[in-house]
Nanobody, 121 residues
Framework: QVQLVESGGGLVQPGGSLSLSCEAS????????MGWFRQAPGKERELVARINNYGTAIYADFVRGRFTISRDVAKKMVFLQMNDLEPADTAVYYC???????????????WGKGTLVTVSS
């Protein structure tokens, strides 16, 4: 099976920083896009950032230059450095990976269980 495990969430004051990490493991043959989504109470899950295999990253408008996504291809990891956090950033952050378990199987989405980020005084 394929598993994604996030880490790095927690409580931080407004203006603070957090670094999120996600590691993919298991019988994954190939990994394509990797990214981060988040979901706040009463809100839809939304894209935070995504990075593809060509090194191109995209960010949601609300990021406003505060976050940086990166990945380590060899380690099958993706990271999200978040600076200048605001209360509106409070949400469960989910790691997402698009991949396949073999050359012949379809590319599907894999999700982590999420890590909670709380921005509050």
């Amino acid at each position: 099976q394929v598993q994604l495990v996030e880490s790095g969430g927690g409580l931080v004051q407004p203006g603070g920083s957090l670094s999120l990490s996600c590691e993919a493991s298991g019988s994954i043959f190939s990994i394509h896009d990797m990214g981060w989504f988040r979901q706040a109470p009463g809100k839809e899950r939304e894209l935070v950032a995504r990075i593809n295999n060509y090194g191109t990253a995209i960010y949601a408008d609300f990021v406003r230059g505060r976050f940086t996504i990166s990945r380590d291809v060899a380690k099958k990891m993706v990271f999200l450095q978040m600076n200048d956090l605001e209360p509106a950033d409070t949400a469960v952050y989910y790691c997402n990976t698009r991949g396949a378990t073999s050359y012949w199987t379809s590319i599907v989405d894999y999700w982590g269980k999420g890590t909670l980020v709380t921005v509050s005084s």
